[in-house]
């Protein structure tokens, strides 16, 4: 798609005044995929020479915004943490091509803020925390699950910037499951869940994305049984919550969201004969 509004292309190494119709640009998947007709100027963050994934000296998993999925994906795959597989299955709940694979960015699918996203799934699940930088040079700390608040809709500020997310070592070490549906065998999630199950205080998580606006997550300190389940998720979840576009009916939504919560329960809890 070209987009015939811009007028420049700007490093983002150099500073400069953050003007109306600025936008930030990583791999750019999702700005050349369609008109962009409020946007005047591009500032590329390709050159800013960040990492793209490591792990801390505390055994944290720092992700760079401008990490790809291609390079995520490598990095889990030789990782011997408990929950690495969940990486791979967000990864590949994209349904994308290897282009796509190469060039589109962990940051910029958080940036989008789509309730079938992946990268926020993978990373609202795993108690990623996410470090915004203003214009000023401030920094600020959100964790994933507050990040997005509605289809769309960040708590990104004009100008701010989604440099990194980090998922704490101990969220690393937790077992998980995973449940996503779509319509269409190729298509976009219409409810994507992700359990985790802390391996010290026995914690069930469960995190609700792509059937919903914004991710919804639901802790329970002790093992539910699935009338708990089921009353979490009618309570946790409001009626308009519920996403609704072409992709799914909020009904068909919540159906499939309740089915797999309770799919998600019986895996995690296996072990203690629940």
Known sequence: ???????????????????????WLGGGTYLFSEPQPHIRRLVDLSRMGWEPIRL???GDLEIAATCTIAELSRFAQGADWAAAPLVEQCCRAFLASWKIWNMA???????N???A?????LTA???????????????????????????????????ELLRSITVPARALARRTAFRQASLYGLGRSGALLVGTRDPIDGELALTVTASTIRPIQLRFALPPNAAAVHEALDYGIRPDEYYDDIHGLPEWRRHMTFRFAEEIRRELLQEDGR
């Open 117 to 121: 996203g992946p990268m926020i799934s």
């Open 125 to 159: 699940a795993l108690d990623g925390v996410c470090e915004l930088q203003s214009q000023s040079g401030s920094k600020r700390e959100v964790p994933v699950a507050d990040f997005v608040v509605g289809a769309g809709v960040k708590v990104l500020e004009p100008g």
């Open 113 to 115: 803020g789509l309730p």
């Open 56 to 58: 801390t000296s505390a």
């Open 105 to 111: 960015t962990v940051g910029g699918n958080l940036c």
């Open 1 to 23: 798609m070209d987009l015939n509004t811009v007028v420049e292309m700007r490093d983002a190494r150099s500073r400069d005044i953050w003007r109306p119709g600025d936008a």
